[in-house]
């Protein structure tokens, strides 16, 4: 029992250390050399190497939208709060800093979400 246990929980650290080196590479979740992106902000279809369709229905990648968001404000609130804890900086320049890069940083980060997204779920629902 453990044993099986304790091989499911190496296959999903296996999983989850791909899915994560692939979203981050921008690769395919299927055969983790195809390229997602055929320029900066457009997807290919289908991967160029295995053929794997990367919208799976429409709508599909609403749940990168969540993960960019996460992202942001994982960056803009602990940063914020520990510039304003270790520095002097007046309110409003650390408000406007933070301003700036919770807008810019999305635009970023876009293409790992959508990557990191279509990854993950790769990982949950391979088969579909
Ligand atoms: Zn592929």
């Not at 296959?11 to 320029?39: A, D, E, H, M, Y």
């Not at 994982?74 to 406007?96: Q, R």
């Not at 800093?97 to 980060?109: D, H, K, L, Q, Y």
Request: proline share 5%; charged share 15%.
């Amino acid at each position: 029992m453990s044993t099986i246990i304790r091989l499911s929980m190496k296959n999903i650290f296996r999983n989850l250390k791909k899915g994560l080196r692939c979203g981050f590479g921008l690769k395919c979740p299927r055969c983790s050399t195809g390229s997602l992106f055929v320029k900066r902000f457009r997807m290919h279809i289908n991967c160029p190497n295995c053929n794997l369709k990367f919208e799976r229905e429409q709508g599909y990648f609403i749940g990168a939208m969540y993960i960019n968001y996460g992202a942001t404000v994982f960056l803009v609130f602990p940063g914020y709060f520990l510039i304003d804890l270790f520095n002097s900086i007046p309110f409003l320049a650390n408000f406007c800093v933070w301003g700036v890069v919770s807008a810019v940083f999305p635009i970023f980060f876009y293409r790992y979400s959508k990557s990191l997204w279509l990854n993950m779920d790769y990982i949950l629902n391979p088969n579909t």
